[in-house]
């Protein structure tokens, strides 16, 4: 009797891409594994005050003469909150304080100083929340001051 | 007229082509979009405050990070940082030791011969400006005048 062989069958379908889609699989659980994304933080810059006496060695020509703008910050005694006080100003949030900065700096802008050279120093109570330190930081960044410091403290 | 078939269709499987394009788009996007193996020593741990404005800092590279949290006993701040001993994990630098400050002697090391030697304070938003003042403090002494506060983009 005759028997009849299987047919054979050959598919060629290009490349094997098995190996590849592993690799390639491994690389991608890696990466969403192992790496942070970037972009959920920033940073507020400022520059230390200038001191012509104290621990810090600034050359006295790099000491501003321009007395400093200090911003007087304590803690709110009605409720959970901050101060700010500033010239004659008192500002209890970052918007109010922000609109009194900015017209202090129309001020000085007026009698001929140049706000851009005058520093800005924080000067918070030591019971102050660091987070409403910031906030008066930001309110002195967002109308342009570029020399924000802290003192430390009163 | 004797018409021809149309060749048989021979289906070899599933067709991985359009899985290998979103995954190589997804590899991309990751390495482009993520950071590894980068450490600055930043404790994520630490809530940080919340603030609108802010910068993006290029020269992380000459920068030390310290983490910032009150002890309940009101005493010195704890404060961490990637500094020398340090493997990998930020260890804990002390604000004083005896006669010695710790803190005060790592930032005059590493100011000394780098005038742009700058500190990323990452201090928890709760605390009090109390715990700042002593790392604040050693930062002037040590003539470093680049001090940057991290802070959170709004959700």
Redesign the interface.
């Known amino acids: 009797m005759k028997l009849k062989g299987a047919k054979s069958?050959h598919?060629d379908?290009g490349p094997n891409?098995?190996p590849?889609?592993d690799v390639?699989?491994v690389?991608?659980i890696f990466?969403?594994l192992?790496?942070?994304?970037?972009?959920?933080?920033?940073?507020?810059?400022?520059?230390?005050?200038?001191?012509k006496n104290?621990?810090?060695?600034?050359t006295p020509s790099a000491v501003p003469d321009d007395p400093p703008l200090t911003i007087n910050v304590d803690n709110n005694a009605t409720h959970d909150g901050y101060i700010a006080r500033v010239d004659q100003y008192a500002a209890t949030d970052e918007e109010q304080l922000a609109a009194d900065l900015a017209s202090l700096r129309d001020k000085m802008a007026a009698i001929g100083q140049t706000p851009d050279k005058v520093q800005v120093v924080i000067s918070?109570?030591?019971?102050?929340?660091?987070?409403y330190?910031?906030?008066v930081?930001?309110a002195a960044?967002?109308v342009n001051f570029k020399k924000i410091g802290?003192s430390?403290?009163h | 007229m004797k018409r021809h078939a149309m060749p048989e269709m021979k289906e070899g499987g599933v067709n991985v082509t359009p899985l290998i394009d979103v995954v190589m788009c997804l590899i991309i996007f990751f390495l482009l979009a993520t950071k590894i193996g980068v450490n600055d020593g930043g404790d994520k741990s630490i809530e940080i405050p919340v603030s609108q404005f802010g910068e993006e800092l290029k020269d992380k590279g000459n920068m030390l990070t310290l983490n910032v949290r009150e002890r309940s006993d009101a005493g010195d701040p704890l404060v961490t940082g990637l500094v020398e001993g340090a493997q990998g994990k930020p260890i804990e630098i002390q604000i004083r030791q005896g006669s010695h400050r710790p803190l005060l002697e790592i930032l005059k090391r590493l100011r000394k011969d780098n005038d742009k030697f700058g500190v990323i304070i990452r201090g928890e938003k709760e605390m009090s400006y109390q715990a700042l003042v002593p790392v604040l403090t050693a930062c002037m002494e040590a003539n470093v005048r680049n001090v940057d506060l991290n802070t959170a983009k709004p959700k």
């Open positions: 069958v598919y379908s891409m098995t590849l889609v390639v699989m690389i991608l990466l969403m192992a790496g942070s994304f970037a972009g959920a933080e920033h940073y507020l810059v400022s520059n230390l005050p200038f001191r104290g621990g810090g060695d600034a918070p109570g030591h019971g102050v929340k660091y987070k330190v910031t906030e930081f930001e960044q967002s802290f430390t403290g």
